[in-house]
């Protein structure tokens, strides 16, 4: 070893400086980052501040302990789909074998978007932790199309040429259509509308974690092809729609209610501005 104060350093010999990076308790494990890759080296070096006593694992028996752990969570995974709609009637083999490879595990913080209102439609997503809230800010005239797009029956007075009605189609509001959770899938109605393709509204994580199975349409593509999923496809998405259009129609009756009354009263007022005073 050098005396780093002496005159006579040779700036050939490495030294090194250590930073305290941390300082490990009873029950504290360390070194199993090493052992995640065969060509990692050590990151850290570990200095004992009094006598200690280790458990030790080798290598050969974390990875193979690493392994068992995987595979648990492998299987609990092809479990949540098998126990889901549209996955129901598929063997766990052929699942996991053919199948389950075309899910990708994301995470999501809160308040991040997943979609967008007309953004083309790319992936739907399977919910295994946390709540997502759709919502769209439009038209009542746009909520009526939608309707009519998804199978509901519009609303004819709103075709009706006058100027109350045209003052209320074209006022914008912030519609919030609904919060989804564990279990739920997000944005398949939007791959089987055959009108645009595109999302219908916007979706945003509500709790401070989301955690998603995404699948990409090209693979929802190949899946649908199947000739059991698809009617399982089929079934859910039929169920799902019909909730959505009770929704979207109540959401529209109480808008379209509220600004009536309020372009009703409006009216009234420049009608007879002192009418209330008159009372």
């Given at each position: ?17 250590y930073?305290?990076?941390t300082?490990?308790e ?8 090493a052992?995640?890759n ?7 070096t570990v ?10 694992l ?5 990875e193979m302990?690493l ?22 009637s598929?063997?766990s ?16 913080k809160?308040?991040s978007?997943?979609?967008?209102k007309?953004e083309?439609?790319?992936k ?7 709540e ?11 909520i009526?199309d939608i309707?009519?797009?998804?199978g509901?029956?519009?609303d004819r007075?709103?075709l ?7 003052r ?13 959770k564990?279990?739920?899938i ?16 916007n979706?945003e994580?509500?709790?401070?974690k989301l955690?998603v ?9 190949m ?6 999923i698809n ?7 039929s169920i ?7 929704r ?16 009703n009263?409006?009216s009234?007022s ?5 009418k209330?005073?008159?009372?």
């Amino acid at each position: 070893p050098q005396n780093l104060n002496s005159n006579q350093f040779d700036p050939k010999v490495k030294c090194y400086k250590y930073n305290l990076v941390t300082i490990l308790e009873t029950g504290a494990n360390f070194g199993d980052i090493a052992l995640q890759n065969s060509v990692q080296k050590r990151t850290a070096t570990v200095i004992l501040l009094e006598d200690c006593h280790f458990g030790t694992l080798s290598k050969s028996i974390y990875e193979m302990c690493l392994k068992n752990a995987k595979n648990k969570l492998r299987y609990k995974s092809i479990n949540y789909f098998l126990n889901g709609p549209l996955f129901k009637s598929i063997s766990s083999v052929v699942f996991e074998v053919k199948i389950f490879n075309y899910f990708l595990n994301e995470e999501f913080k809160k308040n991040s978007i997943l979609f967008q209102k007309g953004e083309q439609m790319q992936k739907i997503y399977f919910i295994k932790e946390g709540e997502v809230e759709l919502y769209t800010k439009t038209t009542l005239n746009e909520i009526n199309d939608i309707i009519i797009s998804l199978g509901g029956k519009g609303d004819r007075k709103l075709l009706e040429h006058n100027s109350i009605m045209e003052r209320v189609k074209n006022q914008k509001f912030t519609f919030r259509i609904g919060v989804l959770k564990h279990n739920e899938i997000v944005g398949l109605n939007d791959y089987i509308n055959p009108k645009t393709g595109n999302y219908f509204c916007n979706c945003e994580v509500s709790t401070s974690k989301l955690e998603v199975f995404s699948l990409e349409k090209h693979f929802l593509n190949m899946l649908i092809k199947d000739t059991t999923i698809n009617k399982n496809v089929k079934e859910f998405e039929s169920i799902k729609k019909n909730i959505i259009i009770k929704r979207l129609i109540s959401l529209y009756n109480q808008y379209k209610q509220q600004n009536l009354t309020l372009i009703n009263s409006h009216s009234e007022s420049s009608i007879n501005p002192l009418k209330k005073e008159n009372k």
